[in-house]
């Protein structure tokens, strides 16, 4: 079992619906980083979050470290959204970041 | 300021050889980090410079080697390619480095293809 599991692998939506992609982790962790990646490879770190909410413009990223959950929600989605989105947790024990396996969005519109 | 640069940023090598790639933190940075991205694998924490000492190494053979230098460049060295080598290699750099996790900043990546 990965440490990070994101779902859904693949999310297809409509311009302007409101998206959920799920991150749920099996270790001890200090922070966990929403990142995006567009194609070509550039990597844009969205968040980093340790406890609670946190929001930037249409995005929204939450987490329960009681529950090992994250969560990240595009509100209002837009073509330009399409991108792999990547959980990843830091460990501070390990000192190295753990990836999910990314989630592909395409919003279509 | 700048961002993290990376160069190159494509590379084509034959099995066997050796690569050499090279990541600019942005100003101020003195934490590079150095990720392998493939297909099969996703992405993984190769290594970690901070002040020129490597503070933290990933799963990977002893092929994969990197340094800092005192102005925070840092390179990443592959020696006796495999074609299991053929990946994007990213690097990020941050502010500082720790046990409680600290905001990256990645380069644009090198597109390594080994044939």
């Known amino acids: 079992k990965n440490e990070v599991e994101q779902s859904p692998q693949n999310l297809t939506a409509q311009e302007g619906e409101f998206i959920t992609i799920n991150c749920s982790y099996s270790?001890?962790?200090?922070?966990l980083h929403w990142l995006q990646q567009h194609p070509g490879g550039g990597i844009v770190s969205l968040f980093m979050?340790?406890?609670g909410k946190k929001k930037h413009g249409r995005l929204i990223a939450t987490i329960n470290i009681q529950e090992k959950h994250s969560s990240l929600h595009i509100t209002a989605s837009h073509p330009r959204d399409s991108a792999v989105y990547i959980c990843?947790?830091?460990?501070?024990?390990?000192?190295?970041?753990?990836f999910g396996s990314g989630t592909q969005l395409t919003v279509l519109p | 300021k700048a961002g993290v640069t990376q160069t190159p940023r494509y590379l084509i090598k034959t099995r066997g050889q050796q690569v050499t790639l090279s990541c600019s933190p942005i100003?101020?940075?003195?934490?590079v980090s150095w990720y392998q991205q493939t297909p099969g694998q996703g992405l993984q924490f190769l290594f970690e410079?901070?002040?020129?000492?490597?503070?933290n190494k990933g799963n990977f053979p002893g092929r994969f080697s990197g340094r800092q230098f005192s102005n925070s460049r840092s390179e990443m060295n592959v020696s006796t390619l495999e074609l299991g080598d053929s990946a994007l290699y990213l690097c990020?750099?941050?502010?500082?480095?720790?046990?409680?996790?600290?905001?990256?900043?990645f380069g644009p990546g090198t597109r390594l293809t080994v044939t």
């Open positions: 100003s101020g940075h003195r934490s």
């Open positions: 270790v001890g962790i200090s922070a």
């Open positions: 990020a750099s941050s502010l500082a480095t720790g046990t409680s996790g600290v905001e990256q900043y």
């Open positions: 979050l340790s406890s």
């Open positions: 990843a947790v830091f460990s501070g024990s390990a000192r190295q970041l753990t």
């Open positions: 410079y901070f002040s020129e000492t490597q503070r």
